[in-house]
């Protein structure tokens, strides 16, 4: 990797950790939010997992599908990100160049992710308060007042960078018993969240054996699933 590509993953790495945060603190600061979103997420993770339940039985898929959805979505990552980005001068001063682009890749997708969110997540409230019962026509209805196909397409597109950037991590020599080495000196200087993801995104991947046909897969169902809650009439109108 150049220089200066090396320098463009840095920056990237800085302004997307910088705004997760502050998104991440708009709901950790009001309790009432804060339960909304949380149960707001589990809900979204629940509606999607069927469209891909297929997609789910080739060796490495289920776990690289969880790894790409669960581990940059809900409440439960704030307190990862927090530590990202109080370790980010530590971060971008350290890793070896192919781990840089890798963080800076999830980082973006998990705060464009979580911009989205939340803003359908507060498109849903009523009075202040998440519905006891999220319907689908609600849902759909809400996405398409906060985003658009064409915005999540461009999360599908950056989901995939990620992919790419681990399949070029998994076939750096050596990179998994760097990986496991940088355990304990990561953590000794407060960035075991991070240095924990990628070696868990580079086990994932380097399960499976054609990762461009699994990109590929993924990239085509999410289409469907994004044409679907954008696209379709919405039942009900």
Known sequence: MARSDRKNAAAKFRRAVARGNELH??????????DAYDRFTRWQLGYMTPFFSDLLGPKGYAEAVDFIVSDL?????????R????????????LPAHPLATAAAAVELNARALEINLGIC?????????????TEKDYLAACRTVSSYDECMD?????????????????????????RTMRRPAHAAGFGAL??????????FRQISDIDRFLELLRERMDQV????????????
């Open 25 to 34: 603190a708009e709901y950790l600061g009001d309790p009432q939010l804060y």
């Open 73 to 81: 979505a809900g409440v439960g990552v704030s307190a990862r990100d």
């Open 83 to 94: 530590e990202i980005e109080r370790a980010t001068p530590v971060i971008v001063r350290s």
């Open 122 to 134: 507060r498109e849903l409230l009523v009075d202040g308060e998440l519905p006891s019962v999220i």
């Open 155 to 179: 999360l599908v597109h950056l989901a995939v960078e990620l992919g790419e950037t681990l399949k070029r991590l998994v076939r750096v020599p050596l990179i998994g018993g760097l990986l």
């Open 195 to 204: 240095q924990e993801f990628l070696e868990t995104g580079y086990l994932t």
């Open 226 to 237: 994004f044409a679907h809650i954008y696209h379709s009439p919405i039942r009900g109108q």
